[in-house]
């Protein structure tokens, strides 16, 4: 019988739950910084954040040219820009001062997946009226196809139980999330917004009818629960992990050798570095605008069209919070790299194993990682603690290439 998230729950009087009572975000945060090894967690992302100007994430170091261009997806731009005016209209004089950046703004760079409030740009909507909060749900749907829309609600849901089940909602509840909101939609034709907080990130760029939904950061410790809240079932990830089963199972010992880097999710073969204390196997998360990923495992070229289609069946499931123009545009851009794009997997291949995989283009990186417990007390990685990250590599990013100057990407440096 599968293990359920409910044999890790921790007792009241684990240290993990009692340093979170009794205490508001910020006073948790200064409480996660006073750990020394989490505050060396803390100062490696602050200097990434600080560090330099943008130039997105590569396989090799060097940027490929050519690959992105301003064209008419069919974006929900007319839909968004509305709903990000009637945010704005609700907001007070210094709340839209608190809010609003300039298109290359640095705080595009600022968002970060864990609980704990260190990067405090934009307003925090559980400390927002229920007017403001609606309107700003009401921009991520007008963003985003009603699936993906659903499934961010899940995520945020999930959030605020998990936030209840370690007694400690003022830390972790359904709004606590930052937003920011990027250029000026009711003039401007390029402009976008970022919603981020406990496993949720989402930055939507837009240029006329064109859109950039990257990077995409979702997650859920437990990925499976009841809840009575919302007299709901949630099984979040369930069908991107049975499509990446399906594919590398069906290799055959030949193509399984060159797509398994390692066997177990975390193996004794491992190098030292290849396990980060908080990102576990992702590369491309929090912080990682500008890191070079080499490609690993087997090229798309090397397998049957069989499983190409299930690769491509992996992306079009991870992408489906995009609006259906901006899904087919990015559909077509990742198949017509097949030749550059690679499959890896670490971990093992049994139902209930915990897993990493990464499919890798030029066009797109899409991540899954099972992580051991934060909350729950499972040392060892579980199927019920999941991460996934989407990247646009090569300078594309928060749309930065169709803001840009003509020879790169936009710095996103602004002060």
Known sequence: MPESYLDYVRKPDDERIRMLRDVDPRGHAARAAAIPEVNAVLQ????LYRSGPFTGVTSDGERRAGLFGRRDESAPSKEAAAAAVAFLDLLSPEQQEVVSHPINSRVWRAWMNPEIYL???GLRLDECSPEIRLAALELMASS??????????????VNDELGRLVLAPQIMNEFSYNVNVFGDPRADDVWGWQVY???LALNCFFAGAQMVLTPVFMGAEPTRLDSTRWDASYSLFAPEERLALLLVRSLDAEERERAVLFGKKRDSAMPPDRIHPADELNLAGAFRDNRVIPYEGISLTEVSPDKQRLAMAIAREMLDYLPSGPLTHRMRELESHLADTY???IGGTGDDDPFYFRLQSPVVILELDHHAGVFLSNEEPKKFHTH???RTPNGNDYGAMLHGPADGPATLDED
Do not use: C, D, N, P
Request: hydrophobic share 45%.
């Open 44 to 47: 490696e992302w602050l200097g």
């Open 119 to 121: 990067q405090q740009y």
């Open 144 to 157: 985003l196809s009603e699936s993906g829309f659903a499934k961010v609600q899940q995520v945020m849901r």
């Open 197 to 199: 907080g406990h496993h």
């Open 343 to 345: 499959f890896a997997w």
């Open 388 to 390: 996934t990250v989407i």
